[in-house]
């Protein structure tokens, strides 16, 4: 892993959090994919480029420096002066669009993963693979590489705000958010393979409610980011589609021409965090 790998530490302290409350839902639609959280193939109207899936081994090696959820931290809550008490923390800078691309990825997997479980025995067998596949790989599985973006994404807010502990609760909001979808997960596993183990056609109640508080985690911590950030994740993978002239899940060369600047940004960003 190394210790100079920026989200390897992420990864290293990404279970030291704990529960908090949740936000506010909001209904978000993924109209893309390549390659899933999971790591399986899946249709899309529009695909994003290649290496915008949560890939393990680039992404263990793609930052330099130390960072984990302890450096959420900012310190003892300061006071903050009467217009402010009571409102938003105020935000001096959000994160470039390329942090919420596999946050915004994540629900189409959980998209695949809903439509599996309604196709008999063998889509439910399929659903159980897809769900121990997640928490597969100790440290740098599909589940620590996921709250390590998580944490990322927290970390990237530049805030200019007074009140410390306003902005160390709306931080530690984008976890919880981030650990709601994995604790859904979590809760899918054993009834799942419960389910596998005995032929089901279906899935059972407890595995939707699980999946159901998985998908919601996703959309709430969408829901923090800036006003029309999904819009343009959606305008982005169009965009991206649109470009990949020879459909083989890349954009370069001349096609690269045919993307807005703020676009080969954006696509440019997501290869170096990605991989």
């Known amino acids: 892993l190394g210790s100079t790998t920026r989200l390897g530490a992420v990864i290293m302290s990404a279970n030291r959090a704990l529960p908090r409350p949740l936000g506010l839902a909001v209904a978000v639609a993924l109209i893309a994919t390549s390659?899933?959280?999971?790591?399986?193939?899946?249709?899309?109207?529009?695909?994003?480029?290649?290496g915008t899936a949560v890939n393990r081994r680039s992404l263990?090696?793609?930052?330099?420096?130390?960072?984990?959820?302890?450096?959420?931290a900012i310190g003892a809550p300061g006071p903050a002066g009467a217009e402010f008490i009571g409102g938003p923390p105020m935000i001096r800078e959000w994160p470039g669009l390329e942090y919420l691309v596999p946050i915004f990825e994540m629900d189409g997997s959980l998209s695949v993963l809903e439509t599996q479980l309604g196709k008999g025995p063998r889509g439910v067998a399929l659903s159980s693979a897809l769900v121990e596949r997640f928490f597969r790989g100790g440290l740098v599985s599909n589940r620590n590489i996921y709250r390590g973006v998580c944490v990322l994404y927290a970390q990237e807010i530049q805030y200019d705000d007074p009140d410390r502990g306003r902005v160390r609760e709306h931080r530690a909001a984008f976890l919880d958010d981030c650990d709601m979808t994995i604790g859904g997960m979590e809760a899918m596993k054993k009834p799942l393979r419960k389910l596998a183990d005995e032929g089901a056609e279906e899935a059972s109640p407890e595995v939707l409610a699980a999946l159901s508080n998985a998908r919601e985690g996703v959309r709430r911590f969408l829901s923090r980011a800036p006003p029309g950030e999904v819009d343009r994740l959606m305008a982005w993978f169009?965009?991206?589609?649109?470009a990949d002239a020879d459909r083989n899940g890349k954009v370069e060369g001349e096609e690269l021409k045919s993307l807005s600047e703020d676009d080969v940004r954006v696509y440019k960003a997501v290869s170096d965090l990605l991989g």
């Open 238 to 242: 169009k965009a991206v589609k649109a």
């Open 60 to 72: 263990l090696g793609t930052f330099a420096g130390a960072a984990g959820t302890a450096a959420l």
């Open 35 to 50: 390659t899933s959280a999971f790591g399986v193939p899946k249709k899309c109207d529009v695909c994003p480029p290649e």
